[in-house]
Structure formats: C-alpha cells, structure tokens
C-alpha cells in the first residue's frame, strides 16, 4: 500500500470518528438541554403553585373582613331603626 494511499485511508478514519464523536457529543448536549427545559417548568408550577396559595389566603384574609364589615355595619342598622 503506498503512502498516499494510507494517509488517505487514515484521514478518512479519523474524520469519520470525529464525526461521530460529534453526533454523540451534539446529542447529548440537546438531551441535557431538553432536560433542563423540563426542569425550569417544574420550577415555574412549584412557584405558580406557591403564588396561587397566597392569592388564596389573602382573598380568604380580605372575605373574613368583608364578612366582618358587613356584621358590623348590619349591627349598626338594626340599632339605628
């Protein structure tokens, strides 16, 4: 086999494998990217979730003094007639 042959032969080789050592490495790059996409919407529905509970116990808070108002002013009517 002449030289040229196999320099050839061993540039085909490597550029085959360095190929393929990129896909592979590609690849995994987007999964781990994918993965932490997956992640941060998690994060986002635990922090919706955390709001939302909030927003629930203030409308909770402000009905309680609401109720409270309405009872009061109620009391008052009934004393004033």
Not at 11 to 20: N, V
Not at 22 to 29: L, N
Not at 50 to 67: C, F, G, H, P, S
Request: glycine share 2%; net charge positive; charged share 25%.
């Amino acid at each position: 086999m002449s030289l040229a042959s196999r320099i050839t032969l061993y540039s085909a080789c490597a550029f085959s494998a360095a190929i393929i050592g990129f896909v592979h490495y590609k690849q995994y790059s987007d999964r781990e990217k994918l993965h932490e996409g997956v992640v941060k919407d998690v994060e986002r529905q635990q922090r919706r979730k955390i709001e939302n509970l909030y927003m629930l116990q203030q409308q909770a808070e402000l009905t309680k003094q609401l109720r409270e108002i309405e009872r009061q002013s109620a009391a008052l009517n009934t004393q004033n007639e």
